[in-house]
């Protein structure tokens, strides 16, 4: 091992190897789910979450009875709530598959302590946007056009449509998370089945965790099998939201037409992504007193790399109003002044404070690391981002080549019943994944606690350094 791994394992887990033993991990980590009762807090946010995805059950029913008519979208803006919520939810889920898959081909050990939920995160995520394409295709009964099967009709799906590419992109980066996740979750599958106290936990643990039985042959295949899908999984991060990012830019529409948008669509999914999962590894470790786990130096990574995905977002923004001005073209140029300054310049007004002005708060290490104006940058930063693909969706089919084709975009309540929903979709899977599965790699934390053990750093210095004051 090398000097700076060395130095890297002792920076993060120096303060596990001095307070904790393998033993006390998995005893801390595990009781989360098999020993602690189910507190009131968790209740509460989990009925929160639960009224709204029935809140969203109730907007898609009508919404099969009465169809799209009920949503604001009309001529020419054609794509409405639906399109935008699923480029969102889709950016947010790159993050989870980013700190897991790439950090880990990296040979960054900080990941550890946020990957497991971040890669839960990825998949309830990507279900939020799943579902958005199929409710805005009208009659979403025929999904299974899309797919290409043989079939009597000798009909293919149209190879040249975007929504196409989004089914392959989408299942392709839905289906490997999934493995990729529950490959991961296997060695701590098979602890929760050697320590559950009921016959029925142990039945379904036992059943998830595949025969894992702790042998050398186990680790050596789940090793190459597990590095494997982070060499799958990491290119999926590009091609999934350059993809999502084509969709726009092969309209020959005014801000869209541009070559610029699929490494701009990238590094703004890291971007959210990153952000959301700040927004929920902060709650997390104050209301299960993880913060000798998920300590302030993982926050501080975090909200790094977050600066540099937003520092990329806002060099997105500049190109986009420096090529306007710069190719001579008028269409180009009134789509950038009417973003600023007609009918939707607070939504881009506020885009901009949120995604380039917030985003510089974080050169401030005080800022950083400081959990509460951490978590309210990386609130501010989520709201941005939907205000991105809001301001770049609509403002650009609003004003089209032909003014007689102008309209004015409303979203009616069921567009805003159905985003809502899907948010509380996303809480209350979240809220069950904490309940009834590990929300911290705790195979992975025993290796570090017995790395920081064999290399005894100074424990008081690193404590400082990883934790509130």
């Known amino acids: ?38 507190k009131p807090g968790w209740l509460v946010g989990f009925g929160i979450g639960f009224l709204l995805t029935m809140v969203l059950l109730f907007a898609v029913t009508w919404l099969f009875i009465k169809g799209v008519g009920i949503w604001g979208i009309n001529i020419p803006v054609a794509w409405g709530f639906a399109i935008i919520n699923f480029v969102w939810w889709i950016g947010i889920g790159h ?23 971040a890669e839960a995160m990825t998949l309830f995520a990507v279900a ?33 449509s975007p929504l196409v590419w989004d089914v392959f992109a989408v299942g392709t980066y839905a289906t490997v ?21 009921g016959r029925v936990a142990r039945a379904v643990y036992g059943v998830f965790a595949l025969g894992w039985r702790n042998s050398v042959r186990h680790w050596h295949r789940y090793r190459m099998a597990y590095l494997l899908l982070a060499g799958l999984a990491t290119p999926l991060v590009i091609s999934v939201h350059s993809v999502v990012g084509l969709d726009f830019a092969s309209a020959i529409l005014p801000g869209w037409h541009s070559t610029i948008f699929p490494p701009y669509f990238v590094g703004g999914a890291i971007f959210s992504g990153f952000a959301m999962v700040l927004t929920l ?28 995905t937003g520092l ?51 050169w401030f290490r ?23 693909r809001f301001v770049i969706i609509v403002t650009s089919l609003q004003r089209d080549f032909l003014p007689s084709s102008w309209n004015v975009y409303a979203p009616t309540v069921w567009d805003w019943l159905i985003f809502t929903g899907s948010i509380g979709l996303f809480i209350t899977l979240f809220y069950l994944f904490i309940r009834v599965l590990p929300a911290i790699a705790m195979f992975e934390m025993r290796e570090l606690v017995h ?3 064999r290399t005894a750093p100074a424990p008081a210095r690193v404590w400082a350094e990883n934790h509130d004051a």
């Open 312 to 362: 990329i977002v806002a060099y997105g923004y500049v190109m986009e109003t420096f090529m306007a001005w710069y190719s001579g073209n008028p269409y180009e140029r009134y789509v950038v002044v009417n973003r600023a300054l007609g009918v939707y310049a607070p939504f881009y007004w506020i885009m901009i404070v949120c995604n380039v002005l917030i985003t510089q708060l974080l």
């Open 281 to 308: 590894a902060i709650p997390l470790r104050w209301a299960y007193r993880l913060q000798d786990m998920i300590t302030l130096r993982h926050l501080d990574n975090c909200a790094k790399l977050m600066l540099v």
């Open 451 to 453: 790395e920081a053990d």
């Open 1 to 38: 091992m090398s000097t700076e791994q060395q130095e890297a394992i002792r920076k993060t887990t120096a303060v596990l190897g001095g307070r904790h033993t393998s033993a006390s991990v998995t005893d801390k980590i595990g009781s989360t789910v098999l020993v602690r009762p189910i």
């Open 95 to 117: 993050a989870g598959t980013f700190i897991s898959a790439f950090l880990l081909l990296m040979r960054q050990d900080w990941r550890t302590s946020i990957n497991r939920f």
């Open 177 to 197: 998370s999934l493995v990729f996740w529950y490959m991961g979750l296997v060695p701590d599958l098979a602890t929760f089945r050697d320590r559950a106290r």
């Open 128 to 160: 939020c946007a799943g579902m958005m394409p199929l409710l805005h295709l009208g009659r979403p009964y025929y999904f299974y056009w899309l797919l290409p099967y043989p079939n009597t009709m000798a009909m293919w799906p149209q190879f040249r």
């Open 366 to 388: 005080r800022i950083r690391r400081s959990t509460i104006p951490l978590l309210i940058v990386s609130l501010l930063i989520n709201v941005g981002m939907w205000m991105e």
